[in-house]
């Protein structure tokens, strides 16, 4: 049973799709993330494919600061997916606010809504590593079905 | 009766099985095609196993219910293929889990999934027809519609039956979900209609859908092999070009509209079958 559990992590672990929510960002980490989807990075390799879709995502990669007005929507988008599921940051802005922190309408990074698993800082991050973030999340996500289950 | 359990067990084993591997096997090309490395072979799998063991999300009920008679009337389609039974039957259960799955979708509100099972609707609308007198070529030729029959015919029908082969594979580019017809939903590119048709299925009753297009694609691909049934490497030939074809097509042309479709294959299909149909009643 344990073995079953064990293999059922790993191939969950072999199929993330993510879903890619600009949070208000600038866009430049937004290119940077659809990059990685061009053939040079090409992250189907690993499984990854980008729905736009709430409902069919394990991985939410989040960029930009939170607003008052949009953090209903990322609350939203994240109680959308189905679990089990991590939640990567990317960018300065998505980490703390960036600059922008200290504007009136401004509510500070992506954690200050939802809890974050992964950080990806940047400004804006390579595609490299957001890769590199995205798999780490992979392996938070392995961790904690095993704690889980334990 | 060893036999037909057999059978069954073969037809229930082999939809995922090759069809998964079929579906590997395409992303992989479609990946070479646009100079990239693509997926492992196995991907469809680890993508089905996860989607099985995430936690089911259900929008309501009913979409749930038609998941499960999608699978069921694909799954049976698939059956009836392989323990040779009549073509038309076949067809008319595997409309039925299409127009399931249509349902499922109609069922929720979103307005993406509402378009997506619209247009599901006008695909089925495309292909059926074409699956008919695909089978009335059958029936023509070989004066059968059992399966038996026409895997014990001596010729090889393609020779007979070009035109109608033609057709089919319209109907199969509409029913694999590939460009120009992957109108209602598709494997890549998620951004028209988010994920359409299936945008409100999802975790388990997503891998269910999957795992029920893959045994229509089985059966398609089934129906094909009947086109050269005198010979294993005919089949096996037949089967790689076509679906080479398919992904070919898939990657060198963009999504059209609805109305381009019912028009485009509707006058080619029906102009092909009855060019066809005329020559073997002739001949």
Redesign the interface.
Known sequence: MQAVKRF?NR??S??P?LLHFDCGSCNGCDIEILACLT?VY?V????II????P??A?ILLTSGTVNHRNKKVLANLYS?M???KIVVAIGACGLSGGVFREAYNVVGGIDKVIPVDVYVPGCPPKPEAIIDGAVLGLGKLLQLQERKEA | MTRTAILIACGLVAGPIIGGLVSGMDRILTARMQSRIGPPVLQPFYDVVKLLFKEPLVVNVWQAFCAYCYIAAASISLVLFFLQSDLLLIFFVQAVGAVFLVVGALSSTSPFSQIGAHRELLQILSYEPLLVLVVVGFYLETGSFKIADIYAWQHPLLLKLPFLFIVLGYALTIKLRKSPFDLSTCHHAHQELVKGLLTDYSGPFLALTEIGHWFEVVLLLGVCTLFWSTSWIGMAVLLAATYFLEVLVDNITSRMTWRWMLSYVWGVGLTLSLVNLIWLHQG
Do not use: A, M, T, Y
């Open positions: 059922i191939l969950r072999k199929s799709w053939p090409d189907e390799r690993f499984g980008h729905v736009g879709n409902f069919h394990d959308q189905p679990n089990p």
